[in-house]
Structures are given as structure tokens and as C-alpha cells.
């Protein structure tokens, strides 16, 4: 079955990076048919897309809060997205969580994916 599966959070000062792996399975990545989405859940806050990427043809967005601090890019060898993370601020703390879409509903609307991983825990704090 389609199984998403993020790594990489964890706790780091104000100004540190983390980078975050998808790993997927399930579905051939490498088919030109998807977009993946990284998403985040704050305390008390809705979910919010976070970036995404077209398979097809490596274009990304990105949210204007995370704009020339976040990268979103994959890895052609292995069936697994990132986001590099750096410049972190406290108000980065989330869960983030990645996500697939048809690539032609690639958006930060949530429900427009339809796998989803558990997450992975992001917390920013001296």
C-alpha cells in the first residue's frame, strides 16, 4: 500500500537547520504523475502547506514565511523528498508532514492530497 514516511526532526536552537526526508513507497515516484507536499501543524493552528514539488518537472513553491529559508528537492535515485531547513525560528515548531497530490491539483490546499505520513516533530527553542 502507498505508505509516506518522514525523518529527520528534532530539537534546535533559533538560527540551526534540520533536514527533513519523505520517504515513499507503495507508488513509483519516478512516474511524472505527482506532486509531494510538505505540510505542518503548529499548537492551536490549522495545518499549513509548507512547499511542494513537481515530479515532473522539479518546480517548487514555497509559502512566503519559509521563502529563502526552506529548500524542497528529491532525490532521482531513491524514492524520497526533502526539505532543508535553515535560519530556523521559534515560530518554525510543528509537525510536518509530507503528502502526495496529483500534479495537476499541486497546491497547499491539504485536501487536494491524499496519502499522508504520520510526521515528524520540528521544535525550535534556546
Known amino acids: 500500500q502507498v505508505q509516506f514516511v518522514e525523518s529527520g526532526g528534532g530539537l534546535v536552537q533559533p538560527g540551526g537547520s534540520l533536514r527533513l526526508s519523505c520517504t515513499v513507497s507503495?507508488?513509483?515516484?519516478?512516474?511524472?504523475?505527482?506532486?509531494i507536499g510538505w505540510f505542518r501543524r503548529a499548537p492551536g493552528k490549522e495545518r499549513e502547506g509548507v512547499s511542494y514539488?513537481?515530479?515532473?518537472?522539479?518546480?517548487?513553491y514555497y509559502v512566503d514565511s519559509v521563502k529563502g529559508r526552506f529548500t524542497i528537492s528529491r532525490d532521482n535515485a531513491k524514492p524520497t523528498v526533502y526539505l532543508q531547513m535553515n535560519s530556523l525560528k521559534p515560530e518554525d515548531t510543528a509537525v510536518y508532514y509530507c503528502a502526495r497530490a496529483p500534479k495537476f491539483l499541486a497546491s497547499t490546499n491539504p485536501s487536494n492530497f491524499d496519502y499522508w505520513g504520520q510526521g515528524t516533530q520540528v521544535t525550535v527553542s534556546s
Open positions: 507503495g507508488f513509483n515516484l519516478n512516474l511524472d504523475n505527482w506532486a
Open positions: 514539488i513537481v515530479v515532473s518537472d522539479g518546480s517548487t
